[in-house]
């Protein structure tokens, strides 16, 4: 496809590596020719890098294969996992989620990017709903403003939370932010 073709988001081949068009920019240089100024991600290494596109230049579109899968258990850094559509169990190592294994529940639903058959980009739901283990107690009287105390979830993720919450409580965390939404009331 031609760069004036490409998409935010659009997942791109460039000197042979898998990379994502985070943004980009018609600019019109002085004597030259306008190009596209492109924001790129390397999907594998996580690196970001600019390139300069010209209008016309062909750059290779990959496909990437997307899925359903339900998170069913981890044992050390592997995890795994069930495609909701052929109930097939693919296994997945620390380095495709990154940070975000923090995040992982039984039963959770995730979607899988694969391209030729390996997953390489694993996405959560926005926000998650875990169970505190452990925080320190409503100190009474303390009616301070934007007072927070750290809490540990039940997947050992620590985050920033009111007073108000207690041990056993529910809480709905964005995935994106590592932070506090709200909790969650008892039905």
Request: glycine share 4%.
């Given at each position: 496809m031609k760069a004036s073709e490409m998409k935010k988001g659009q997942t791109i081949k460039v000197d042979g590596k898998l990379c994502v068009i985070i943004d980009y920019q018609h600019v019109k240089l002085g004597k030259g020719g306008a190009v596209?100024?492109?924001k790129i991600k390397n999907i594998t290494e996580g690196t970001t890098?600019?390139?300069r596109l010209r209008s016309d230049e062909i750059i290779q579109?990959?496909?990437?294969?997307?899925?359903?899968?339900?998170?069913l258990y981890s044992?050390?850094?592997?995890?795994?996992?069930?495609?909701?559509?052929?109930?097939?169990?693919i296994s997945l190592y620390d380095d495709t989620f990154g940070d975000s294994v923090k995040y992982l529940k039984p039963n959770a639903q995730l979607q899988v990017s694969m391209y030729e058959g390996k997953?390489?980009?694993?996405?959560?739901?926005?926000?998650v709903d875990l169970k505190v283990t452990d925080t320190t107690p409503e100190i009474k009287g303390a009616t301070a403003t934007n007072q927070y105390k750290p809490a540990t979830l039940e997947t050992g993720l620590v985050v920033q939370v009111p007073p108000f919450i207690k041990i056993d409580d529910v809480i709905t965390v964005d995935t994106r932010t590592d932070q506090y939404v709200t909790r969650v009331k008892n039905a």
């Open positions: 596209y100024q492109t890098q600019t390139v579109e990959a496909y990437l294969d997307k899925g359903t899968y339900e998170y044992s050390g850094n592997e995890h795994v996992l069930m495609d909701t559509a052929t109930y097939e169990q997953a390489v980009i694993v996405d959560l739901p926005n926000t």
